[in-house]
């Protein structure tokens, strides 16, 4: 990739010369951050682009998707595909990178499956237990938060669609994007430097200073599901599961009333907590690198960026990921105030 190293020095420094090197890998490394950066920024533009369109329609009296339960869940789901989808090819586009290269969509090898998948999904319900117990905390403090489907009415079509909306499409795009393209195209600089800067980009995506935590420790989960199985397929069906369990959970309520839905709500967390702490117990038991993941960083400059601490440097001082998380930050603020 870089030849300049190899040219005679004639009467130059050695020393000089290394150090010149050195700054032209670390502006390398700061350009494919960047790249990243610019992708996501891409996928903002997208959603904008589609929230501005529906201002413009209902203004020239197209029939607003808000007043539609069923339309506008319909609409978020085909921004979602039309955001995420097109950014990660873009994104592999740019960074010079084959879809195939960086993405693993066949069966997961890992032995112990099953309970990988069961662990996960336990600790989502206790995240989700958590999460709904400080959001309630936050109300009762006088700080409001809206935890419910608003808009949903009884009907099977609703459900239908916000189910597609909530849970389907989002495990597709938002895998395919950042456990997927993402996670794949920054695995070369070690394992978990891919999965904790790429969690932190999904939290950021949440633009929800509320959410923003809680999605950064599912990213982590998530990440580090698809590192150990080989496969994004096992993030994927985890993700579907658990938001297939919070909109189903959140639209129960409707149909058989609050005091049942938060009997069965129960027995269903307490279920799965205990199956997966049995899962943890097995996993743990036969695997004694469960939890470990790999520094390495496979790359032509793999010699000169030594430390963890200069990856993370370097990611954030790159123009991409300022100018995105800059962004996410205001647009975060500027929810927190309108809502």
Same mark, same amino acid.
């Given at each position: 990739?870089?030849?300049?190293?190899?040219?005679?020095?004639?009467?130059?420094?050695?020393?000089?010369?290394? +150090?010149?090197?050195?700054?032209?890998?670390?502006?390398?490394?700061?350009?494919?951050?960047?790249?990243?950066?610019?992708?996501?920024?891409?996928?903002?533009?997208?959603?904008?682009?589609?929230?501005?369109?529906?201002?413009?329609?209902?203004?020239?009296?197209? #029939?607003?998707?808000?007043?539609?339960?069923?339309?506008?869940?319909?609409?978020?789901?085909?921004?979602?595909?039309?955001? %995420?989808?097109?950014?990660?090819?873009?994104?592999?586009?740019?960074?010079? #990178?084959?879809?195939?290269?960086?993405?693993?969509?066949?069966?997961?090898?890992?032995?112990?499956?099953?309970?990988?998948?069961?662990?996960? %999904?336990?600790?989502?319900?206790?995240?989700?237990?958590?999460?709904?117990?400080?959001?309630?905390?936050?109300?009762?403090?006088?700080?409001?938060?809206?935890?419910?489907?608003?808009?949903? #009415? +009884?009907?099977?079509?609703?459900?239908?669609?916000?189910?597609?909306?909530?849970?389907?499409?989002?495990?597709?795009?938002?895998?395919?994007?950042?456990?997927?393209?993402?996670?794949?195209?920054?695995?070369?600089?070690?394992?978990?430097?891919?999965?904790?800067?790429?969690?932190?980009?999904?939290?950021?995506?949440?633009?929800?200073?509320?959410?923003?935590?809680?999605?950064?420790?599912?990213?982590?989960?998530?990440?580090?599901?698809?590192?150990?199985?080989?496969?994004?397929?096992?993030?994927?069906?985890?993700?579907?599961?658990?938001?297939?369990?919070?909109?189903?959970?959140?639209?129960?309520?409707?149909?058989?009333?609050?005091?049942?839905?938060?009997?069965?709500?129960?027995?269903?967390?307490?279920?799965?907590?205990?199956?997966?702490?049995?899962?943890?117990?097995?996993?743990?038991?036969?695997?004694?690198?469960?939890?470990?993941?790999?520094?390495?960083?496979?790359?032509?400059?793999?010699?000169?960026?030594?430390?963890?601490?200069?990856?993370?440097?370097?990611?954030?001082?790159?123009?991409?990921?300022?100018?995105?998380?800059?962004?996410?930050?205001?647009?975060?603020?500027?929810?927190?105030?309108?809502?």
């Amino acid at each position: 990739m870089f030849s300049g190293r190899n040219k005679t020095l004639n009467n130059k420094n050695p020393y000089d010369f290394d +150090k010149m090197y050195l700054a032209e890998q670390k502006s390398s490394l700061r350009n494919n951050f960047s790249k990243i950066g610019f992708s996501l920024l891409l996928s903002i533009v997208i959603l904008y682009l589609i929230s501005y369109g529906i201002v413009i329609g209902t203004a020239v009296g197209i #029939e607003n998707p808000q007043n539609s339960f069923a339309l506008s869940n319909l609409v978020s789901a085909m921004a979602s595909i039309l955001a %995420f989808i097109p950014a990660g090819f873009f994104c592999c586009a740019i960074s010079k #990178e084959k879809i195939s290269s960086v993405i693993s969509f066949s069966r997961a090898k890992k032995e112990g499956l099953a309970f990988i998948l069961i662990a996960s %999904f336990a600790f989502f319900m206790l995240s989700n237990y958590l999460t709904n117990l400080f959001l309630g905390n936050m109300d009762l403090i006088g700080i409001p938060v809206n935890q419910s489907s608003s808009g949903f #009415e +009884k009907s099977w079509l609703n459900l239908s669609v916000y189910i597609l909306s909530v849970a389907v499409v989002p495990a597709l795009t938002e895998e395919f994007l950042f456990r997927g393209v993402l996670l794949g195209i920054l695995r070369k600089y070690g394992e978990s430097f891919a999965v904790i800067t790429s969690a932190l980009l999904f939290g950021l995506m949440h633009h929800n200073f509320v959410q923003l935590p809680f999605a950064f420790v599912g990213g982590l989960v998530f990440g580090y599901i698809t590192i150990y199985t080989g496969s994004i397929v096992p993030a994927m069906i985890v993700h579907f599961a658990n938001n297939l369990f919070s909109c189903v959970f959140s639209a129960l309520p409707k149909y058989i009333g609050n005091t049942y839905s938060e009997i069965i709500y129960g027995i269903v967390v307490v279920a799965a907590l205990l199956l997966g702490i049995y899962s943890v117990y097995r996993l743990s038991k036969n695997d004694e690198k469960l939890l470990r993941f790999s520094k390495r960083t496979s790359t032509p400059y793999s010699g000169l960026i030594q430390t963890e601490k200069e990856k993370y440097r370097y990611f954030f001082q790159s123009f991409g990921i300022i100018a995105f998380t800059v962004l996410l930050l205001a647009i975060s603020i500027s929810d927190s105030f309108l809502s």
